[in-house]
């Protein structure tokens, strides 16, 4: 019986599930792929200065890699929160999927995230930072930025830069 080569299936595969997280949209050429992913946050939320240790998992809805150190999670509500891991979690930004196992009803600063690949395999794990608390913008406040012509203002990482 002859063999084929499972190499082509595997290209197809990969172009049809990872092409889409791996394309360059274009939008601004000089801007890196955190860097947009942070604008695209940013342009729907603001920055209240506050910081919780811990939040409950009942009210979080999505998370998006901003890159190896940065995490958002957004909320229900107008709310949604800015994670900076204390270091850089290899291969998070790339994967783009993590799990976390918690005996509480709540994902707290220091809970341990775990990097998973396509397949579910285990990459390494990283300790959650605090949570930055994040406010939806009003339609009147979008409207008002964008009249203005304003930039989003970029969370400060807690050592006076700017994120990421």
Not at 57 to 79: E, M, N, P, V, Y
Request: some cysteine; hydrophobic content about 30%; charged content about 30%.
């Amino acid at each position: 019986m002859k063999q084929k080569a499972l190499w082509p299936t595997l290209i197809v595969a990969l172009m049809a599930f990872g092409g889409t997280t791996l394309a360059d949209d274009g939008d601004n050429p000089k801007m890196t792929r955190a860097e947009k992913r942070l604008a695209s946050v940013m342009e729907d939320y603001k920055s209240t200065g506050k910081t919780k240790s811990c939040v409950p998992l009942r009210s979080l809805r999505d998370s998006t890699i901003i890159d190896d150190q940065t995490i958002f999670f957004k909320s229900i509500g107008k709310k949604g929160y800015i994670n900076r891991l204390s270091h850089k979690c290899p291969r998070l930004a790339s994967e783009e999927r993590f799990m976390y196992s918690t005996s509480i009803s709540s994902l707290c600063r220091m809970e341990i995230i775990t990097v998973l690949d396509s397949f579910g395999r285990q990459w390494g794990s990283c300790g959650l930072g605090e949570f930055e608390e994040m406010e939806k913008l009003s339609k009147a406040e979008k409207a008002e930025r964008a009249a203005n012509n304003e930039t989003p203002q970029v969370p400060d990482d807690g050592q006076g830069n700017e994120s990421p």
